[in-house]
Each structure stands twice: as structure tokens, then as C-alpha cells.
């Protein structure tokens, strides 16, 4: 019963900055990789930014230099820092992690989602 559970989207300016954060929560012996995702209306799904469990990260072309992946291991959470929002940055996104909820188990789980809408 490992869940993953967003928080942190709303409405903001363009040019303004959010930060979401995804925290895990249940029977957890582990945590691999963790990322972000995000789904605009009539589009799909596509990463947005990852990070491993020794803090190698990586991002879409079209956020990098504009948000920034981090993890609090001991908090078992995810954040993504995004500055600079553009419209096209509105969408649904999507916290992702790999799990071992215990040793030789491995399992890919998705949040439900934080909606985050850039307007002017």
C-alpha cells in the first residue's frame, strides 16, 4: 500500500514560481529513482524532470535552467522548484517513483496528480 501523494499546484502569473512536492508514504524499504511528469489537455504524458537516489538528475529540454528536481530521502519526498513559468507549462503533473517496498519487490507508482495553471 505505498502511495504517492502531490501537493503544492494552483494558479500563477507568468513568470512566477511554484514548487510542488511529492511525499511517499507506507511500507517502504527503499526508494530508486523518483521524477515528475506532466499531461496538458488533448497531449501526452511526457518526463519532466528525474532524479536518482544518489541525486543524479535529469530534465526536458524544455525546463532546463528553469525548474529544479530535488529529494529529501529521509522524508521519503520529491520536489520540483519551477521558476521562470511559462503558459505552456500548464498541466496536470505527476509525481513517479520506484519502489522496493521490501527487498527482491519492485514496484512503479504514480501520484494523482497536481494540477499547476500559468496565466498572464
Known amino acids: 500500500q505505498v502511495q504517492l501523494v502531490e501537493s503544492g499546484g494552483g494558479l500563477v502569473q507568468t513568470g512566477g514560481s511554484l514548487r510542488l512536492s511529492c511525499a511517499a508514504s507506507?511500507?517502504?524499504?527503499?526508494?530508486?529513482?523518483m521524477g515528475w511528469y506532466r499531461q496538458a489537455p488533448g497531449k501526452e504524458r511526457e518526463v519532466v524532470a528525474t532524479?536518482?537516489?544518489?541525486?543524479?538528475?535529469t530534465y526536458a529540454d524544455s525546463v532546463k535552467g528553469r525548474f529544479t528536481i530535488s529529494r529529501d530521502s529521509g522524508k521519503n519526498t520529491v520536489y520540483l522548484q519551477m521558476n521562470s513559468l511559462k503558459a505552456e507549462d500548464t498541466a496536470v503533473y505527476y509525481c513517479?517513483?520506484?519502489?522496493?517496498?521490501?527487498?527482491?519487490?519492485?514496484?512503479?507508482?504514480w501520484g494523482q496528480g497536481t494540477l499547476v495553471t500559468v496565466s498572464s
Open positions: 513517479n517513483a520506484g519502489v522496493y517496498p521490501r527487498p527482491g519487490r519492485y514496484l512503479i507508482i
Open positions: 532524479i536518482t537516489s544518489s541525486g543524479d538528475t
Open positions: 507506507g511500507s517502504i524499504f527503499s526508494i530508486d529513482v
